[in-house]
């Protein structure tokens, strides 16, 4: 499912927020892929199973009547206006998670990035996709990898479920050449995609748009996967999985938590670290073989 997205352009030249204000139409049904949504205002839209989520910076309840009157499978159910920090949750501002240094690019850093130290700048607009970086299953991730870098080299890295991309992005700052970013949701890829461009990392990372299940068996060092445990519990038992030497695994609840360690303990892998947050939130990095 193809959408449209802001212009970039327009976005890199100004330094204020793009999102401030967030008029969100929840339909229930799909639009049809060859449907585009011809408007300046319209962000973008979210899928989840059989629902959309029109996001626009402007009330567009005209252009959202156009819709359902050519799609009459279509539902108007509800209709929602936010600004941008109460989508997210709070409001973004640069935070720093071990060498990592993460800022949208409206909002400069606090403090000047430090080379000296050998910190690693990442730029990360989000749009309307859920992944600031914020979750501390995110943070985690990120603390894996420095420790998988400092160990060994890594030559690819595949991230599946990679959502904004900021892990992918983090890989490529660590020094990886080849990493395969792969996302199911279209404006989730698009904007992993445009995060990429902003940090100039084309030609290190590749993002598509496509099944986590479709990729496993894809060459790669590393696999990280930060996903849906529906999806998880399939990857690992997978072929492509036991062939990679490190993985990186999060977003599990406790007895996700548990019975994914059952799953990995009829295999010949090895569990190096594991982070557990608050008795809840689990990640687990690991080696094959």
Known sequence: MKSTVC???DREKSRDIPYKDLYIYYLQGRLKPDK???SDHFIGNWEEDEFSFLFFSKPSHNEVEKILGAQPCLTLIDEYYMTYDQWQGGKIAPFKIGRFRIAPPWQKPTTKFNSCLKELPIILDPGVVFGT???ITTQDCLKALELVFSREKIESVLDLG??????ALAASRLGCKNILAVELNFLAASTALRNVHLNRLENTVLV???KAEDFIDSPSDLVIANLHYDVMQHLVNSRGFLKKKWFILSGLLRSQARDLLCKLSLNPVRIVKEWERDGIWHTFLGKTG
């Open 208 to 210: 598509v748009q496509a």
């Open 7 to 9: 212009n970039i352009k």
């Open 133 to 135: 970086g914020t979750h």
């Open 162 to 167: 990679t959502g904004t991309g900021l892990l």
């Open 36 to 38: 585009k949504i011809i």
